[in-house]
DNA sequence: GTCTATAAACAGATAGAC
DNA sequence: GTCTATCTGTTTATAGAC
């Protein structure tokens, strides 16, 4: 009796380990070959285990997708949750576009797979998108939109400057290649990164912020 | 004589036609699926053609590839070269991003190949990368410099600044899905289109603007 | 749960008739 | 130049032994 509940307790938790373990190696093959291009044999060999091993755990190849998909789409729009219109705007901001690039430098699978999704029209979280990254981006704007109001911020639309932190750290992970060929570095150089990044709240940021004037 | 003639100009204007004809339907689905997701079978098919038809244009799959690609390649960068120090910064690198949402939004396809590649490493042009593109950049990061050194443009990295540039038009053409998802808008819409590209040059350009300051 | 073997479909590419 | 037929390898997926 006892061996029983320690077996099947060891079971499911090494069910659960090899599960993010074959995750972890599909995120990878996936956000490389894409999902057309990434093959099952492929995954299970990155993952150290056979293919037939791997059937056994998801039931398909699109199974599998999806499964990648929401770990990555969670953490890719949870950050935006953060900013609200109590803060103080360069410092909400400011901080958004610290948390971005984070992710940019450490997940740059995720950014690409994320990448590869979008481009191919998003069949998979088209309904996702439409729905609760809709409403988060219209509460979003609307924060954006007080700050503005209250003239914390100087005028901008709201729903683009979104996009263009969107586009800026997407790109610094998703270009990788073409930064590197023409400068030599990525974001895992430390000066390079400060480099972007503050170039990025110069331009996004503190351009938005109203000059104290005297009297 | 005369049939003859009239015959093979005929056979290699259809020639020409029909290599194009592939081309485009290469690059329509290459750039859906990616390399490995594309079949030849579909380019043929999108092309109106048998697939040995198509084998007889293009030696392989990777052949078509490589054509494609050097098509969208060139007409990709091709912009950058406008940019000189005599012009005005304001207008010559508000000119430089007109063409571009020009391209982000004409050239959806060019784009999202141009992505893909990237992307996947740009096996097949990283010498072209780090050959002509690096030079190109190298020139053009003179140009805006040179306008900082004059007190024509802000201080900003030169760098940095056509990276922003580069990934904010790569997004809009890129991440249409997105944007449509929670804005119900795209590039197409000309309201929308120019919202993005004010906004673009509002945080990209204008900030960098000195301000005039009489005496 | 994991393996070997294999089915079934599909992909790239070629041969050869017309 | 274009077609049909076919070869060859690869891929998703399953059956069944252990």
Redesign the interface.
Same mark, same amino acid.
């Given at each position: 009796m006892y061996d029983e509940t320690i077996t099947s307790v060891k079971k499911t938790r090494n069910a659960q380990q090899k599960q993010q373990l074959i995750l972890q190696a599909a995120l990878e093959v996936f956000s490389?070959?894409?999902? %057309?291009?990434a093959s099952m044999e492929q995954i299970a060999e990155t993952a150290g285990i056979s293919k037939s091993n791997l059937f056994y755990y998801f039931a398909g190849k699109d199974d599998l997708y999806v499964a990648v998909l929401s770990q990555v789409l969670t953490a890719w729009l949870l950050p935006l949750n953060q900013l609200e219109k109590e803060q103080d705007p360069a410092q909400a901001l400011g901080n958004y576009l610290d948390v971005k690039f984070q992710l940019a430098k450490d997940s740059p699978q995720a950014s690409?797979l994320y990448? !590869?999704e979008?481009?191919?029209?998003?069949p998979y979280i088209?309904t996702i @998108?439409?729905g609760s990254?809709?409403k988060l981006?219209?509460q979003k704007t609307a924060v954006i939109n007080d700050w503005i109001e209250q003239g914390r911020l100087k005028p901008? *639309?709201a729903?683009? !400057?979104i996009?263009?932190i969107?586009?800026?750290t %997407?790109?610094?992970s998703?270009?990788t290649? %073409?930064?590197q060929?023409?400068?030599g570095k990525t974001l895992k150089n430390k000066s390079f990164y400060q480099?972007?990044l503050?170039? *990025?709240k %110069? !331009?996004?940021i503190e351009? @938005?912020i109203p000059t104290v004037v005297e009297h």
């Open positions: 490389t070959y894409g999902l %057309q291009g690409r990448a !590869l979008m481009m191919q029209g998003a088209n @998108l439409k990254l809709k981006v219209q901008v *639309s729903l683009h !400057l996009i263009h969107w586009a800026v %997407q790109h610094y998703d270009f290649v %073409q930064t060929a023409i400068s480099e972007a503050a170039t *990025s %110069q !331009l996004l351009s @938005l």
